[in-house]
């Protein structure tokens, strides 16, 4: 990203054989926008006529900078250009008004700070003929993160000089206020007679006042001409850097700009390791096989016990021989069929006996 210094250097070179083109440019503009400025004096219709007209004609006139910038050599029709797309860019400038009002209703340095915020916007219209109004101010908005402060820092580095023919024309007019009060005071005063015997030189210092008034705007109006083009066009080479910087928000960002490759021995605190591309083998889960509650139910992947063969109890199990419990009576057990068939056979004998 260029520094301040740098963005001078390319817009002195952008302006190089393009000077006569970017005044003149400049100069139409100015007096078309004072031509069709007299409208506002017709009430609510002229002022909304005027912004109708001065929204999309001011964004031609950045595309036209925009255009000299990059070494395109517009012609001069091409200041009109932004009345191509009329409704789309008359929303773009309406919705920068608005949005700029509201944050100075704040106060008047929220409004300057959002107005360097959305500086972005008409650039971004030209450059992207499917972005919408809203869209571009959002994308002007985000690019603008962290370089309001330079924008602001380049601007002034222009605009610093007209502060000389100002602070002049306030000094004057403090010495004509100053010295056609000392005089009125002398002329009301005790001392009528001293300072009636002392030439009257108020009118001299209100001649003095106004020639260097008019000397002053003279200079304003000559650095205007001579500053104005390089601010606009500077302004459009920070665009231009800004988007070889941070791309758009939308998507095309170059990526490998910001992509850092670490060495694969750097060994500092806080070095990134390489990333193996092949995919590590990740352990099985745990695997569930009973879900009663208070089971012991998760088997250890690793270390898990094969389980041992079942026993089919239909084919391999072996009958045993069932044990009398001499603890049953002789009434509950049952008995055999011999045993019955001796026990009828000595009830008989008794019998006969």
Known sequence: MMSISEVRKMTKQSLKGNWGLAIGGMALAYVIL?????INFI???????????????????????LAISRQEKPEIGYLFSGFKTFGRNLLAAVLVFIFTFLWSLLFLIPGIIK?????QTFMILRDDPNISPLDAIT?????????????????????????I?????????????????????GYNSYSYDYYSSVPD?????????????????????????????QVLVACAVFYDDLYAS????????????????????????GAIPPVDPTPVDEPESPHFENKTWGADSMVDPVEAPEAEPKADVSTHETPTEETPDDTISEAVRPSQPADHEETTEQKNDDEQK
């Open 43 to 65: 009430p609510v219709l002229g002022t909304i006529a005027y912004y109708v007209f001065a929204g999309p004609f001011m964004i031609g006139a950045t595309w036209f900078f």
């Open 34 to 38: 004072m031509a069709v400025s007299m």
């Open 115 to 119: 107005s360097f915020s959305y500086s």
């Open 246 to 269: 941070t791309g758009t928000f939308g998507g095309d960002t170059d990526t490998a700009a910001y992509t850092t490759t670490v060495p694969e021995d750097d060994t500092t605190f």
């Open 139 to 163: 994308e002007s908005r985000h690019r603008m993160n962290g370089h309001k402060g330079r924008l602001f820092g380049l601007v002034l580095s222009y605009v610093w000089v007209f502060f």
């Open 201 to 229: 030189m108020s009118p001299v210092f209100a001649i003095v006042f106004i020639l260097g008034y008019f000397l002053m705007l003279a200079v304003l109006f000559g650095l205007a001409i001579w500053i104005y083009p």
């Open 165 to 185: 023919p100002v602070i002049i024309m306030m000094v004057l007019g403090i010495i004509a206020m100053a010295t056609t009060a000392m005089f009125d005071y």
